[in-house]
């Protein structure tokens, strides 16, 4: 099925550990997304990249570094884990041409920092 | 910096009622998108407004764009119990790259 894949679904981490959250699209999609959400705050852009091998700074990026080697997959990664990073994260892929008119979201990843 | 704002952020209403969510936000853009959310679950693409003055409805809900305002509404009419659920209005930056989301409204339509 087309779309956007995220992996894992949830994960319990324990401060101080790390972890790289996945997210494969199968689309040709050039643009790749990271939002975190918390309640209350919407979705809020942690990094972004306009294409394989580039990677650029959102709105929260401390805490978080990120890589696009391969054009289908974006890694979010977690260098030491805190309880702040305790969010559901959404990774989200669109076309150039198109802008969000044709985007799509993963199902979302649930992370728990304890 | 673009902010989007949203009000109301909660929202609790009758069925059969009709209100109206707003969406503000602080430069220039002609495109916004609105997205649907149940809890537990990714965003669901509601309505793209790609121009000022669009209009654009589906079943009970209509949404609307006023670029010269910078001001889109989600107007719901008599509304239905399944209508719950989080609703996030979404402004793409001129440069079509990133997407700034407002903070939510939480619809509640009650029996």
């Known amino acids: 099925n087309a779309g956007v894949t995220q992996t894992p679904k949830f994960r319990v981490l324990k401060t101080g550990q790390s972890m790289t959250l996945l997210c494969a699209q199968d689309?040709?999609?050039?643009?790749m997304y990271w939002y975190r959400q918390d309640p209350g705050m919407g979705l809020r852009l942690i990094h972004y990249?306009?294409?394989?091998?580039?990677?650029a700074k959102g709105e929260v990026p401390d805490g978080y570094n990120v890589s696009r080697l391969k054009k289908q997959n974006f890694l979010l990664g977690l260098e030491s884990a805190a309880p702040s990073q305790t969010s559901v994260y959404f990774c989200?892929?669109?076309?150039?041409?198109?802008?969000?008119?044709?985007?799509?979201f993963g199902q979302g990843t649930r992370l728990t920092v304890v | 910096e673009l902010k989007v704002e949203q009000n109301p952020l909660f929202l609790s209403m009758q069925e059969g009622k009709n209100y109206t969510i707003y969406c503000n936000y602080s430069?220039?853009?002609?495109?916004l998108y609105w997205y649907r959310q149940d809890p537990g679950k990714s965003l669901e693409s509601l309505f793209v407004?790609?121009?000022?003055?669009a209009v654009k409805q589906e079943g009970r809900l209509m949404a609307s764009l006023d670029t010269k305002a910078r001001l889109s509404t989600l107007h719901i009419t008599a509304a239905v119990h399944d209508l719950s659920a989080t609703y996030f209005c979404?402004?793409?930056?001129?440069?079509?790259?990133?997407?700034?989301f407002g903070e939510g409204t939480q619809l509640t339509v009650n029996p």
């Open positions: 989200a892929s669109s076309y150039p041409p198109t802008g969000w008119t044709e985007a799509f």
């Open positions: 689309m040709n999609h050039e643009y």
């Open positions: 990249s306009v294409g394989e091998g580039t990677t």
């Open positions: 430069t220039t853009s002609d495109r």
């Open positions: 407004l790609l121009s000022n003055g």
């Open positions: 979404a402004v793409e930056e001129t440069s079509g790259s990133r997407l700034t």
